[in-house]
């Protein structure tokens, strides 16, 4: 339907980013990294970042980038935050890593207590790396409570597009798609549930409820009201209290993976928050250290923990990773929190969330959009195309350098564009990134481009 000039393609120099003092830089990343998600025959060049500061990216010609999806939904405060840099530098100081087994340390320690007192009706924390095996360990801390209490079940349900990480149980309990095609015939058996809408919702239940009757269900993972990777794709809070309070009463363990909506994103410190019954289990991730480093913890209800305390070792939870714990990325976490639990951020968050809604208004009215959505902080919406919507749309390349070319990074997911900012962005900043997108509608809808 559209086409994009080339004048918006990275690997010309038209928007400035790729000049001859980042050559040494550009010639030795293709020589030597292999980046994440991408294509690699014809791949443009990378911009190379040297700096962060608040919203901003800086390249190293000095041009400043608003980071309109918080570099891949990690980035609450702002980049290089000076409270957070300090508290990590005080604990390297102090102590860059310590064993987590048989050992523990302060900020490990403080760090449970704390993410605790957020999710007080929990009795547990785990720590692990990342996202993905966030998901990983709640999918076997689940199944092994089966395991544990006698009653192995083995099937897992988990919603129809969802995306949980790159690991053989995330991508499992993922929609079938590019992401995972080769490793297909390795990944196991899930049963796909459609996400919730008004339509279906009463046909969801009562095939969840008959899910429960005949087959032995161990748990059931969801992204709660938002799934990220997937599309942007939100579905009501209440129809997912409706799943959970299902699984409840059928003993399924139910499993929310939080690592894109956890830490304000949609409004409420966590999204479980939004709901009257709320999971047995959270993966955490991504915001938990306000963007510093990679951390996950998955957190369980102490019915779950219970099942591992047992004088049979074979019952012992054995899965762990080298780095688990690490005190200078709990370090961070913990000033994370300080900084989450000001009020200041919170009327950041509320301001990001009223403008958005305001901003999805006008979006409405767009010819050339489909599909308007908003959560707390998360906006989204699918540029109309000749072509299907969903990741591999062709358009995502040239959507993403039509941003680039106006100094903001938005990272469509195929057609479908999304904002999903730190909080520290300023209302100016906010704007200029609608401002692009009004420009892009504007020349879309004039055929233009
Ligand atoms: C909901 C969800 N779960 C898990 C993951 C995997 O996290 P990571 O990339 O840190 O492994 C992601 C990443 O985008 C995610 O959005």
Request: aromatic share 10%.
């Amino acid at each position: 339907m559209w086409q994009f000039v080339p004048n918006f393609a990275r690997d010309t120099h038209n928007c400035g980013c790729n000049t001859v003092m980042d050559n040494d830089w550009l010639q030795k990343d293709r020589a030597y990294v292999w980046h994440p998600f991408t294509p690699q025959l014809h791949a443009p060049n990378n911009i190379v970042i040297e700096r962060a500061n608040g919203t901003m990216l800086i390249d190293t010609d000095g041009r400043e980038y608003i980071d309109g999806i918080s570099s891949w939904w990690v980035n609450l405060h702002g980049h290089s935050h000076p409270y957070i840099t300090a508290a990590v530098t005080a604990q390297l100081a102090k102590m860059e890593h310590s064993i987590f087994a048989a050992f523990t340390h302060p900020p490990g320690i403080a760090l449970a207590e704390r993410l605790l007192q957020h999710l007080p009706d929990f009795g547990k924390v785990f720590f692990s790396d990342n996202g993905s095996t966030a998901v990983e360990v709640a999918l076997k801390m689940a199944l092994q409570y089966w395991w544990n209490t006698g009653k192995p079940k083995h099937k897992v349900i988990a919603l129809n597009g969802a995306y949980h990480g790159d690991t053989f149980g995330g991508m499992s309990v993922a929609a079938r798609n590019a992401f995972n095609q080769p490793f297909e015939r390795l990944l196991f058996e899930v049963v796909g549930l459609d996400l919730p809408t008004p339509d279906n919702i009463d046909r969801l239940a009562a095939e969840l409820e008959h899910l429960l009757e005949a087959e032995d269900m161990a748990c059931f993972i969801f992204e709660p009201l938002v799934q990220g990777a997937g599309g942007m794709l939100m579905y009501d809070a209440a129809h997912l209290e409706r799943l959970i309070r299902i699984c409840r009463n059928k003993n399924c363990i139910t499993i929310a993976d939080e690592v894109m909506t956890g830490f304000g994103r949609t409004g409420k410190f966590f999204a479980i928050d939004h709901l009257g019954e709320r999971s047995d289990i959270v993966c955490l991730s991504k915001g938990i250290t306000g963007g510093f480093f990679p951390l996950g913890a998955t957190v369980c209800r102490q019915f779950i923990y219970d099942a591992y305390l047992t004088a049979d070792k074979m019952k012992t939870f054995f899965h762990g990773h080298s780095y688990t714990g690490n005190p200078v990325t709990c370090a961070a976490a913990l000033a994370s929190l300080d900084l989450m639990e000001q009020p200041e951020t919170w009327h950041r968050i509320a301001a990001i969330a009223t403008t958005n809604q305001e901003f999805a208004e006008e979006l409405r009215q767009s010819p050339v959009v489909g599909r308007v959505r908003q959560t707390g902080t998360i906006l989204a919406f699918d540029v109309l195309t000749a072509e299907e919507t969903g990741y591999l749309n062709s358009s995502a390349i040239p959507l993403a350098d039509f941003f680039l070319s106006r100094n903001i990074i938005l990272r469509p997911l195929g057609n479908v564009v999304y904002v999903l900012p730190p909080y520290c962005i300023t209302p100016e900043e906010l704007q200029k990134v609608y401002e692009a997108i009004r420009e892009l509608l504007e020349a879309l809808a004039d055929k233009r481009l």
